[in-house]
C-alpha cells in the first residue's frame, strides 16, 4: 500500500445494485460482495449532519430514521464515491468506496481478526 | 467570441458576482455540477501542489496554453480560493458574461478562463469559511457553461486541507498533475497530495519539476541548485510518472507578470519548449489512462 500509492488502488465496485426491492448490494472487482440492508445504510451515513465533523461520534439518533426508508436513486460521485438519495429526504451523504468497503456488513469482513486467523 | 469589451462600465456594477456577493441564483446540487461538466468535457485535470509558491498557476497556465497550440479545446479553472491568480497571468481583464444556461468563460489566448477571484470579493477570500465558500464554490464550479471541451485544467488552492478535498470531490476527475519543486521540504509535502488523490481513486497523470535547475543567461550553463531530480526518485518511489522539469528562469516569472506567459510570448524558447514538452508527455498519460479506465471499466449504478 505504501510503496506505490500513484498506481495502487484499493477495490473498486463492478456494480452498485439491488440486493432485492430495497437493499443495495456492491459487486467489488476483488470479486467480493457486499449486501447492505437499506436502513442499516442510511443509519451509516457519513454526512456532516449525521456525524460530528469534531468528534467524528454519530449524532444520527436511529430511533428517527423512519423504519422503512429506502434509497431512492443512487449517483456515482467522481470515481471513487456514491451519494444516496433516500426516502426520507436526507441525501447529502457522500459514501466513499473505502467506507462501504471497510463497513461491509459480511461476516468475513465482520470476523474479528485473531492470530493464525488469515 | 470573446466577451463583449464594450459591454458594462467601470463602476457600474457589471455581474451580480464581480466584487459584490455570489449570484441570486441558487447553488446548484452537488448533482448539477457533475452534470453541467460532463456531457461537454473530456478530461478533467486537477493540477495540485503540497504548497503554495512552487509555480503551480504558472505551469498550469502554461500547459493549457501548450494544449491549445497543438489544436486542443482547453479551458482553465482558477479554484485557488487562496490566491487566485490565473487572470493576471493570462492578462485577463474581462469578466465572464451571463449565459442562457450559466456564466460564459472569459476567452483568452484561444482557451476559456474561470476563476475563482472573479467570484470572490479582492481580499476578502481568506476569511472566507465553511458553508458560504462551499457555497460560492458549488456557484463556481455548477454555474459555468464550459461548452466543448478536450481539457480542462483545474488550477487547485495549494494544499491537501477540506477545501481541495471539496473541491475535488465534486468534479469528476481525469487524473492530476502534481507540481513540486526538487527540495526535500517541498517533496515531502507533495506526496500529502499524492495521498490526497489515491483516497479520491483518482488516477496520478504525473508529478511536474518546477524551479528545477538554473541555466545561466550568459553562458548556458546548467546549475542544480536545489539539487535536480528530486521530483523524479520521488516519483519512481511512489510509482508515479514523471512528466519533465522545468528550469528557474527569471523570464518565466517575467512573462507570467506581465500577462504574457512564455509558451505565447517566445514559443520557441527553450523554456517554451519545456513546458510544450510536459504538455506532450500529459496527453500520452491522459491517453492510457483513458485505454486504462476502459478496460478496468467504471463502476455501473444499476439501483
Ligand atoms: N520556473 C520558474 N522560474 C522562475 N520563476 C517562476 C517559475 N515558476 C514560477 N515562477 C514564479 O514564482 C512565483 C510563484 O509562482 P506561481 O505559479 O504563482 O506559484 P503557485 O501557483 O504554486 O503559488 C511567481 O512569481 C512566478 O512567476
Ligand atoms: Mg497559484
Ligand atoms: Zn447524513
Ligand atoms: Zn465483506
Redesign the pocket.
Given at each position: 500500500m505504501v510503496d506505490s500509492p500513484g498506481n495502487r488502488i484499493s477495490p473498486v465496485p463492478v456494480e452498485v445494485g439491488r440486493a432485492n426491492l430495497h437493499d443495495v448490494r456492491v459487486r467489488w472487482d476483488d470479486r467480493h460482495e457486499s449486501l447492505f440492508p437499506a436502513r442499516d445504510l442510511r443509519l451509516l451515513c457519513p454526512c456532516a449532519v449525521c456525524v460530528s465533523e469534531d468528534t467524528g461520534e454519530r449524532i444520527l439518533v436511529p430511533t428517527q430514521v423512519p423504519v422503512g426508508v429506502q434509497p431512492l436513486r443512487i449517483e456515482a460521485v467522481g470515481r471513487y464515491a456514491i451519494q444516496v438519495f433516500w426516502s426520507d429526504g436526507h441525501s447529502s451523504g457522500i459514501y466513499s468506496f473505502d467506507y462501504l468497503m471497510e463497513n461491509c456488513p459480511c461476516p468475513l469482513c465482520r470476523r474479528p481478526v485473531s492470530p493464525g486467523n488469515s | 467570441m470573446s466577451a463583449d469589451r464594450s459591454g458594462p462600465k467601470r463602476g457600474s456594477k457589471p455581474l451580480a458576482m464581480a466584487g459584490g456577493p455570489p449570484p441570486p441564483r441558487p447553488a446548484p446540487t452537488p448533482a448539477e455540477v457533475r452534470e453541467s461538466l460532463i456531457p461537454g468535457v473530456k478530461y478533467v485535470i486537477p493540477v495540485a501542489?503540497g504548497k503554495?509558491?512552487?509555480?503551480?498557476?504558472?505551469?498550469s497556465a502554461n500547459i493549457a496554453l501548450a494544449l491549445a497550440a497543438d489544436g486542443a479545446r482547453v479551458g482553465i479553472m482558477d479554484g485557488?480560493v487562496y490566491?487566485p491568480?490565473i487572470p493576471l497571468?493570462l492578462g485577463v481583464k474581462d469578466k465572464p458574461t451571463p449565459g442562457p444556461n450559466g456564466l460564459l468563460p472569459v476567452e483568452r489566448y484561444g482557451i476559456k478562463v474561470i476563476s475563482m477571484s472573479f467570484f470572490l470579493p479582492p481580499g476578502e477570500a481568506l476569511i472566507w469559511r465553511g458553508p458560504m465558500l462551499s457555497k460560492t464554490i458549488d456557484q463556481f464550479l455548477g454555474g459555468v457553461e464550459w461548452g466543448e471541451l478536450d481539457y480542462l485544467i483545474v488550477?487547485l488552492p495549494?494544499g491537501t486541507g477540506d477545501i481541495q478535498l471539496s473541491l475535488c470531490q465534486k468534479i469528476p476527475l481525469t487524473g492530476a498533475v502534481i507540481?513540486s519543486t526538487p527540495q526535500d521540504a517541498a517533496l515531502r509535502v507533495a506526496e500529502r497530495a499524492v495521498f490526497m488523490f489515491q483516497k479520491l481513486k483518482c488516477p496520478i497523470l504525473g508529478i511536474v519539476e518546477?524551479?528545477s535547475h538554473f541555466l545561466c543567461p550568459s553562458c548556458g550553463n546548467r546549475e542544480e541548485i536545489f539539487g535536480s531530480g528530486g521530483c523524479r526518485k520521488t516519483g519512481e518511489r511512489l510509482g508515479i510518472a514523471f512528466l519533465g522539469e522545468?528550469?528557474?528562469?527569471?523570464q518565466?516569472?517575467i512573462d507570467?507578470?506581465r500577462g504574457r506567459p512564455t509558451v505565447i510570448d517566445a514559443p520557441e524558447s527553450p523554456q517554451a519548449l519545456a513546458f510544450r514538452q510536459i504538455a506532450e508527455n500529459l496527453v500520452a498519460r491522459i491517453e492510457s489512462q483513458a485505454k486504462e479506465t476502459a478496460r478496468s471499466g467504471e463502476t455501473r449504478i444499476t439501483f
Open positions: - | 501542489s503554495g509558491g512552487v509555480g503551480k498557476s504558472t505551469v485557488d490566491g491568480s497571468i488550477d495549494p507540481v518546477n524551479m522545468i528550469p528557474l528562469d527569471t518565466i516569472r507570467s507578470d
